[in-house]
């Protein structure tokens, strides 16, 4: 809300695209702001997924005092998990935390001369932490009155064919409902076939077009519209 408001992106109703827990957030912005959202495509994102989909992994917001110690982390069996293939792919728990360690930040501290020990912390901060559930997820599906697209990979391990009608199903009063698959792709589709998934992703928004138009110039100010 505060995004849209600075950029004064509410003079006109907007399409939002929400990936993992962001498609959680995208439902929940366009149940609160039906005024405002004009469409939420959800990539990736159902309240039948696992539990832990919608919440961080806890070794998201890790510290360690040296690399040695990222490592030994990594090493740990507890990161060991099934893999998801397909196309020559393969996408783990332990190749998602050695990419964060690579992109992690190293600090170096100085008091008095003395050098401290270097601190390596991931990249996140504490407030996007969420508290929401399948439920409360399923009921902003319901209540949706905007257009709602599901967008998922043919191999995803979070949504199948199954789970994409029935959130398709549960959406009765949005004014449009379509689920789109892509093909040959995991749950990390926008890396498996870029120019496909945008392509989705431009034929999702299309439905919307009417929607984001503002007849006979409507005054629109964000507390006409509910934003804080």
Wanted: hydrophobic content about 40%; proline content about 5%.
């Amino acid at each position: 809300e505060s995004f849209i408001i600075e950029l004064d992106l509410y003079v006109r109703p907007v399409a939002i695209v929400g990936f993992g827990l962001g498609g959680l957030v995208a439902a929940a912005m366009a149940n609160n702001n039906p005024r405002l959202v004009a469409a939420a495509i959800l990539v990736e994102s159902s309240p039948l997924a696992p539990a832990d989909a919608y919440r961080f992994f806890p070794l998201q917001t890790a510290a360690f005092s040296s690399v040695v110690e990222a490592a030994r982390a990594l090493a740990s069996p507890i990161l060991d998990a099934p893999e998801e293939k397909s196309s020559g792919r393969e996408r783990n728990l332990k190749y998602m935390c050695t990419r964060a360690v690579l992109s992690s930040t190293t600090t170096d501290r100085r008091d008095g001369g003395v050098r401290e020990p270097s601190l390596t912390r991931w990249k996140m901060d504490h407030g996007f932490y969420s508290n929401h559930t399948a439920e409360s997820f399923w009921d902003d599906i319901k209540h949706l009155q905007c257009h709602l697209s599901l967008v998922y990979g043919e191999y995803s391990s979070y949504v199948d064919t199954s789970d994409a009608k029935s959130i398709v199903s549960a959406a009765g009063l949005a004014k449009s409902a379509r689920a789109y698959r892509v093909l040959d792709a995991t749950r990390r589709l926008i890396e498996d076939d870029p120019k496909y998934f945008l392509d989705v992703i431009l034929t999702a928004l299309s439905h919307a077009d009417d929607d984001m138009l503002i007849a006979n110039n409507e005054p629109r100010r964000p507390e006409s519209l509910g934003l804080p």
